[in-house]
């Protein structure tokens, strides 16, 4: 079993749509949480960090669920700009391990 | 421009032949990693260093080397390169262990090993 492991899509929604994806990780000592998002061949770039509490930025909201061991990411009114491949990464301070998950391709149409 | 750059972009070679991909950051950012990409495996981390002469290896070194002689510099060697080592190379960087800070990615080296 893969320590992260995402759908890998593609998840293919109208503009406008809400859409949610999960992350779950199987490591109960992970730490910290982020949501990279990746455009096609380029690099991945820091969308967000997931906190216990839950976070939002803007249309984007991610929740951190302990007890199940996954991560989810919220895009409400999806917009055509948010085509790209969405990356979580799970990081264990302790063994210094950083694992991202494979990605969740999401294709916005208009 | 705070920035990650790396050397080639895109680089064809031939098996056995030493090639050293470059990684430079303006950041001054104490730990610099390097992943490669494959579909449908995502980003798998190669080596990591924590600062100048600390380095430890990732989830998949082997066929690699690296140094950290300054703190902008992490150059990625492959000594003897086999075909398996084709793949999207990022070389990142970040203030501290990232699991505390943002990461940040060089653009991309796509490798070709014939």
């Known amino acids: 079993r893969k320590e992260v492991e995402q759908d890998p899509g593609p998840f293919n929604v109208p503009e406008g749509a809400t859409v949610a994806f999960n992350c779950t990780y199987s490591?109960?000592?992970?730490?910290?949480f982020f949501w990279y998002r990746q455009d096609c061949r380029k690099e991945p770039k820091l969308l967000m960090s997931?906190?216990?509490s839950g976070n939002e930025d803007g249309r984007f909201t991610a929740q951190l669920n302990r007890a199940s061991q996954y991560i989810s990411l919220l895009i409400r009114d999806s917009k055509l700009s948010d085509s790209a491949t969405y990356l979580c990464?799970?990081?264990?301070?302790?063994?210094?391990?950083?694992?991202f998950g494979s990605g969740t391709r999401l294709s916005i149409r208009p | 421009e705070a920035q990650v750059t790396q050397n080639p972009r895109y680089l064809i070679t031939v098996t056995g032949k030493k090639l050293t991909v470059t990684c430079s950051q303006n950041?001054?950012?104490?730990?610099m990693s390097w992943y490669r990409q494959d579909p449908g495996l995502g980003l798998r981390q190669i080596y990591y260093?924590?600062?100048?002469?600390?380095?430890d290896k990732g989830d998949v070194p082997e066929g690699y080397k690296v140094s950290r002689k300054e703190k902008r510099n992490f150059p990625l060697i492959l000594e003897s390169p086999s075909p398996n080592q084709t793949s999207l190379y990022f070389c990142?960087?970040?203030?501290?262990?990232?699991?505390?800070?943002?990461?940040?990615f060089g653009p991309g080296t796509r490798l070709t090993v014939t």
């Open positions: 990142a960087s970040s203030k501290s262990f990232p699991g505390e800070y943002e990461q940040y």
């Open positions: 490591n109960s000592a992970s730490q910290s």
């Open positions: 997931v906190y216990s």
């Open positions: 990464v799970v990081n264990n301070f302790s063994a210094s391990k950083i694992i």
């Open positions: 950041m001054n950012h104490e730990y």
């Open positions: 260093s924590m600062n100048v002469e600390v380095t």
